[in-house]
Structure formats: C-alpha cells, structure tokens
C-alpha cells in the first residue's frame, strides 16, 4: 500500500480538503456502538461526483483503502477503517438537486439527511417516509439499506430508491435504474449496491420515491400486562388488514427508562405505540378497528396523541430510547442486537429473548418494529467490564442463530459490518460465496471498506 504517494496526490487534487490530523481522523474512526477507536490514515471531503471519481483512481492506482462515511450513526461498525486507508466523508455533497413532484421522484447527493430534505419538501406535499430514528444522511441509508419505525407501511430504503449515481473502485462513474415506475431492462444494479455497506462503490447521487403527506395522522400508546400479549396484539392487527404506519413495541424496563428521563408517567408494562396516517375517515375507522383489537387483548392505559405537538413528543420519546437507556446506567456502553423473524414466530421470539438476557443477568430493556418482525435488545454493559460485554456478545450472537432457526434473518436493519459478518455463512451458505466473487469482480483490488460484508480471501 503506497499511502504517503496517495496522501500526496489527494493533497494536490484537494488542498485543504484532506487532513491527516489526529482530531479529525479520530472524529472519524468512532461508531454510536461499543466498537473501539478506530482511526482512518486520512480524511478527505469531496464537493462532487467528479472529485470522488478521482480520489478513487489515485486510491486505486496506490491500493489504498477507501471507506464512505456519512453521519457516522452506523450500530455495526460499518465505516471503521479496519485495514487503514482513507475515510471519503461524503456530508459536503449535500444538496437536493432536483424535486419532480408529478413522479413523486427527488435527486439528492449523497450528504443530504433525512430531516433536511423533508424540511426542503414541505411546500410540495410529498415526503420521504425512511425514518432509522437518527437523522442519518440519505447516502449511508441507502448503502445499509436502512428501515425503521415506518417501514411497515412505508417500506425499507429498498422499496425507495429508484436510481443512484456510482462511482466504482477504479473511479468509474455509472447510474442505475431510472425515473420509471418499473423496469425488466436487465440486472437491477440499483438493488445490488443498495445494502452494499461501500463495499462495490461509491453512492454520489440518488434517486427517491417520495409519499404524499397524509391528510389525518393519529398516534397512541397503550399498556399490556405481558410482552406476549403486546406482540399479539400486532400479530393480529396485521393479520386482519388495518394499515399502520408505525407500530413500535417498548418492554418493562424501556417504559421505565423513559419515565426516567422523560419525566413521563408510563406503567412500567410493556406497551405498544402506534401511528396511522390516512383521511380524515379512514385514520378514525383505523383507530377505531384497533382500540377493539387492544380491548380484547387486555391493553390499558390507552393514550392518543392527536396533536403535532403531542405527536413529535411521543416518537422523539422512541427514536431516543437507546440513548435514554445508556443514560440509565452511567457509564455503560451499548451493544444493541437486531434480528428478523416472521411474524408468526414474533411472540415467541421475543419471549426467548428475554429469558436469554435474564439467563446472563445483564441489563437488556427490549423494543422494536414488531410490525416487520424486527426487534433489538439494548444491552447496557459496563465499558470497563470483559466479562459483560463477552456475556453481551454471546447474547447477540445466540439471537442470530435463533433468528435464523425461525427463519428469519440476522439482521432487519443495521446491516453486517464487522459485528455480523461471523455470521454471514450461517445465514446465506454457498450464496455469502457468490456474495464474494461480485465483490472481486467489481473491486479486484479490494479497496473499497476492506474488512466488512464478505468473506475473507484474496482481496476479500
């Protein structure tokens, strides 16, 4: 690896936009997980799809590692330079580049966060509904093929992006997809590179879908006295048909936490909150089928919140539940699990889950996006401690391989990185293979985020 003849070339290409400084490799080389400091060798901030096209031929001519970075709220150690090289922080690019509101279609760059663009879409009457919880930047949600609490009507960044801009290994620049609604017209590469972690390329421009702004929304919460009754009661609001978009489950231990630090007065129970958007009608007919739904399965305490206001406090509530639990138990660190069952196995899932965590004796509050079979534990573990966070470890593990046993898969929605890649041929078998051979098929050179998604081997 020439690194000090790339750091020279990017320093002529650059100027002042490439740092080898220590503040800003180490701003760069942190993760929101219990994943240790990780520094790049350097730092560069390009301003377009040109510079990166370049960056990567110099980083492709010296076999340099090249690693994508956004926001750097990724839960799995995605974007850590764990073989060195350079860390392309692409938050500059970040400009709405063009609104199409008859097609419902927007071209961002890849810098542009979830919040900013539908502050920029507000006058329109559509919006992107993708929502991690983070105020993640569109780029890096595509690249982990992001979900969140409104994928289960909305869908994941999957079902959301229509075309992307690519710049590849050797710094060629191609597009996939297009403005169409369909297409049969060959491989879909956009698919391919959404989900891909920056391991076959660089995103430097996407493509949305956007959603129109529902007329009525209503949220509400309400108690359960057992986490089974909870998950069935989702169970059985999807199986009769009623359209949510957000249902979210929080145990015991997270209702306590958020009367901890939200000052709520939440039944520390397990409780269920959930969201309908639609017309005026069909949101109160919804809300309506599903209060009857919670009556039957034993649910109390039921709140709606009607008002933006009264809305916006409930979901921050949620969105900000995993930092609210670390700050339960100062001076513990998170590793926060993510797994994916069908829904038929949902309740039992999570049961087991629990006796998993209480079996260890760890701290582990429970919550998720039951709608989609997609739950986490957050396990509290003391920084300072080896032996929880290897108790910690196992849990997450062991969830992965229960997930798999239903199933499922070993990750819904915060993708491989390096914490999960272990069990990548557990999940995938012979395909993880194949999985390798597109990767050196695309970057032979194995430059781009080394270390992550695939198998290890020769430029693995």
Same mark, same amino acid.
């Given at each position: 690896?020439?690194?000090?003849?790339?750091?020279?070339?990017?320093?002529?290409?650059?100027?002042?936009?490439?740092?080898?400084?220590?503040?800003?490799?180490?701003?760069?080389?942190?993760?929101?997980?219990?994943?240790?400091?990780?520094?790049?060798?350097?730092?560069?901030?390009?301003?377009?799809?040109?510079?990166?096209?370049?960056?990567?031929?110099?980083?492709?001519?010296?076999?340099?590692?090249?690693?994508?970075?956004?926001?750097?709220?990724?839960?799995?150690?995605?974007?850590?330079?764990?073989?060195?090289?350079?860390?392309?922080?692409?938050?500059?690019?970040?400009?709405?580049?063009?609104?199409?509101?008859?097609?419902?279609?927007?071209?961002?760059?890849?810098?542009?966060?979830?919040?900013?663009?539908?502050?920029?879409?507000?006058?329109?009457?559509?919006?992107?509904?993708?929502?991690?919880?983070?105020?993640?930047?569109?780029?890096?949600?595509?690249?982990?093929?992001?979900?969140?609490?409104?994928?289960?009507?909305?869908?994941?960044?999957?079902?959301?992006?229509?075309?992307?801009?690519?710049?590849?290994?050797?710094?060629?620049?191609?597009?996939?997809?297009?403005?169409?609604?369909?297409?049969?017209?060959?491989?879909?590469?956009?698919?391919?590179?959404?989900?891909?972690?920056?391991?076959? /390329?660089?995103?430097?421009?996407?493509?949305?879908?956007?959603?129109?702004?529902?007329?009525?929304?209503?949220?509400?919460?309400?108690?359960?006295?057992?986490?089974?009754?909870?998950?069935?009661?989702?169970?059985?609001?999807?199986?009769?048909?009623?359209?949510?978009?957000?249902?979210?489950?929080?145990?015991?231990?997270?209702?306590?936490?958020?009367?901890?630090?939200?000052?709520?007065?939440?039944?520390?129970?397990?409780?269920?909150?959930?969201?309908?958007?639609?017309?005026?009608?069909?949101?109160?007919?919804?809300?309506?089928?599903?209060?009857?739904?919670?009556?039957?399965?034993?649910?109390?305490?039921?709140?709606?919140?009607?008002?933006?206001?009264?809305?916006?406090?409930?979901?921050?509530?949620?969105?900000?539940?995993?930092?609210?639990?670390?700050?339960?138990?100062?001076?513990?660190?998170?590793?926060?699990?993510?797994?994916?069952?069908?829904?038929?196995?949902?309740?039992?899932?999570?049961?087991?889950?629990?006796?998993?965590?209480?079996?260890?004796?760890?701290?582990?509050?429970?919550?998720?996006?039951?709608?989609? /079979?997609?739950?986490?534990?957050?396990?509290?573990?003391?920084?300072?401690?080896?032996?929880?966070?290897?108790?910690?470890?196992?849990?997450?593990?062991?969830?992965?391989?229960?997930?798999?046993?239903?199933?499922?898969?070993?990750?819904?929605?915060?993708?491989?990185?390096?914490?999960?890649?272990?069990?990548?041929?557990?999940?995938?078998?012979?395909?993880?293979?194949?999985?390798?051979?597109?990767?050196?098929?695309?970057?032979?050179? /194995?430059?781009?985020?080394?270390?992550?998604?695939?198998?290890?081997?020769?430029?693995?």
């Amino acid at each position: 690896m020439a690194l000090e003849q790339a750091v020279e070339a990017l320093e002529t290409l650059l100027g002042a936009r490439i740092s080898v400084k220590r503040p800003d490799r180490e701003a760069h080389g942190t993760s929101e997980a219990w994943y240790p400091l990780t520094p790049p060798d350097a730092v560069v901030w390009p301003q377009n799809t040109e510079e990166v096209s370049a960056i990567l031929k110099i980083c492709h001519r010296e076999g340099v590692p090249v690693i994508g970075w956004g926001t750097g709220t990724s839960l799995e150690g995605h974007a850590l330079a764990v073989k060195g090289g350079i860390v392309l922080d692409m938050m500059r690019m970040d400009k709405v580049l063009e609104v199409h509101p008859e097609d419902r279609l927007v071209r961002v760059q890849p810098g542009v966060t979830r919040e900013a663009l539908n502050a920029d879409l507000r006058t329109t009457g559509l919006f992107f509904p993708v929502d991690p919880g983070a105020n993640a930047s569109l780029g890096g949600m595509a690249a982990t093929r992001a979900s969140g609490t409104s994928a289960v009507r909305y869908g994941t960044m999957r079902d959301n992006v229509a075309a992307l801009e690519v710049v590849l290994a050797d710094g060629r620049i191609i597009r996939t997809g297009s403005g169409a609604v369909k297409s049969s017209s060959g491989y879909d590469l956009t698919a391919l590179f959404v989900g891909s972690e920056g391991t076959l /390329g660089i995103i430097t421009e996407l493509t949305l879908r956007l959603h129109g702004q529902p007329e009525a929304v209503s949220s509400a919460v309400c108690a359960f006295e057992t986490l089974e009754a909870a998950v069935e009661t989702v169970q059985t609001t999807i199986q009769m048909g009623i359209p949510m978009a957000r249902i979210e489950f929080v145990d015991a231990d997270i209702a306590r936490v958020f009367n901890q630090i939200n000052g709520t007065h939440m039944p520390e129970k397990p409780h269920l909150l959930i969201e309908f958007n639609g017309s005026e009608s069909s949101v109160a007919e919804d809300s309506r089928r599903f209060g009857e739904v919670v009556a039957e399965m034993g649910g109390a305490d039921f709140q709606w919140a009607t008002t933006t206001e009264d809305r916006n406090k409930l979901w921050k509530m949620r969105h900000a539940a995993y930092s609210s639990c670390i700050a339960s138990r100062p001076g513990s660190i998170g590793l926060l699990t993510d797994i994916c069952v069908p829904i038929s196995r949902l309740a039992e899932s999570v049961e087991r889950a629990r006796a998993m965590i209480d079996v260890e004796g760890l701290d582990g509050p429970i919550l998720g996006h039951v709608g989609d /079979g997609n739950f986490h534990a957050i396990l509290l573990v003391k920084h300072d401690d080896p032996e929880e966070l290897r108790k910690a470890q196992k849990i997450g593990h062991d969830l992965a391989e229960m997930a798999l046993e239903m199933g499922g898969t070993i990750t819904g929605e915060h993708g491989i990185g390096v914490g999960k890649r272990g069990l990548m041929a557990d999940e995938h078998g012979a395909a993880w293979g194949v999985m390798g051979e597109i990767k050196r098929a695309l970057d032979p050179k /194995g430059i781009l985020n080394p270390g992550k998604v695939v198998p290890d081997g020769e430029n693995a």
